[in-house]
Every structure is written in C-alpha cells, then in structure tokens.
C-alpha cells in the first residue's frame, strides 16, 4: 500500500481529534465557574412626594406634584401656600412647611437627611434608621437608630440659628403614621405658625435689648 494513503487517515484523525478538544476548552471556559457566585444588584427605593392640595411644588427647579418621585439629592421648595410631605418608604417621612428650601438624601442603608437652607420641616424617622436634620451650619438634630424618633427643626430666613421644638402637637400627629398634614389645613398651619414665632423670639430679643415687647 502507498504510505501516503496509509498516512492519511491518520492525519485525518488527529486534525479531527485536535479540533473537538479545542471547541470543547472554549466551552469550559464560556461556562460559569459557580451560578451562586452571581451578586444581585440592590434595587433602591424611591421616595414619593404628596402635596397638600395637590399643589404643584418646585423639585429640582421644575414643578411636581402629588405622585412624583423623589430621587436621593433633590432640592425641594415650597411657596407660601404650599406644603409637601415625602414619603421615605421604610426610612419614614418628611413634612415640608410653607416657605421651605431643603435637599434631601437618603440610601438603602438606613440613612436619611435634610439640609434645610430656611424653613420649616418635620422628619419621622423609624427605627434602623439614621435620621438627620441640618443646616450650613451643621447638624440640627439626629434620631436614635434603635428607637426612631422625631424632629421638628425651623430655620426661616434671617434667624441667627436653628430652632428645634418637638411639641406634643408635632409627636401626636406623627404617632398615627399619617403625617402632620394629614391632620388638616388648620392644625397644620397653627404648629408649624407657633414653631415659627418660637424661632423668631431672638431675633425679636436681639432688636429690642431691654427685653420689653416690641
């Protein structure tokens, strides 16, 4: 016989064999090493706003209403006859007054806090999470992660610092887990026009310095 014919199917065989074994490397290689090695990625929640009315407010320079969401970072501003509430989800809410500037931010890992610039806002925390309010001048006030808590911070334009009142008005209306403005135009207005005056009595103080009523 020819030695190249015998030769041939030889050949033939080991190109045949060389071939399955490289399709099958490239197939191992394609292959997950362990499926339950695959790390989800977190879905972040996304807090909601309620406006009192259903007024439209000012988020971010564009106006929202009830409905709308709530990214972390977002400034929110409302006029004078406007309010707001954010519902936080599982961190809890935060009332915004008339006459508010704040930014709000908050994550998935318990923590929640509103910069307010002036104005009034009203933050529930729940427990586990980390609530703060503060201003450019720092921190007004923090909750306890192991109980929750409330805070009740003013900050109106012109006022030499932040005041903080947690009245019973403000706890009680928090207790039910409605929100301040669930209590009603009225009420709404008189806790938050009583945190006000409490805010501006040093200023008032700070013109008059006899201590006498202006």
């Known amino acids: 016989m020819n030695p190249k014919r015998r030769n041939g199917p030889r050949a033939i065989a080991a190109l045949l064999l060389f071939s399955i074994v490289q399709v099958s490397l490239q197939v191992g290689f394609a292959e997950p090493t362990n499926a339950t090695t695959t790390t989800p990625v977190p879905q972040q929640f996304v807090a909601r706003l309620t406006t009192r009315n259903n007024q439209p407010i000012t988020v971010n320079g564009l106006s929202a209403a009830t409905g709308a969401s709530i990214l972390t970072g977002a400034t929110i501003e409302t006029g004078a006859d406007q309010s707001a509430t954010v519902n936080l989800g599982p961190l809890g809410s935060l009332d915004i007054a008339p006459n508010t500037k704040l930014v709000l931010t908050y994550d998935d890992q318990g923590n929640v806090k509103a910069l307010l610039l002036y104005g009034c806002a009203i933050l529930t925390a729940k427990k586990k999470t980390k609530g703060e309010i503060a201003t450019e001048q720092g ?18 334009q ?10 019973p008005a403000v706890i009680a209306a928090h207790a039910g887990g409605g929100g301040l403005f669930g209590l009603g135009t009225a009420a709404t207005v008189a806790i938050f026009a009583g945190i006000g005056a409490a805010a501006l009595t040093p200023l008032a103080f700070q013109n008059n310095p006899s201590g006498a009523n202006p």
């Open 139 to 156: 921190t007004a006030g923090k909750t306890d992660p192991a109980a929750g808590g409330v805070l009740n911070v003013c900050f109106p």
């Open 158 to 167: 012109g006022a030499a610092a932040p005041t903080v009142t947690n009245t």
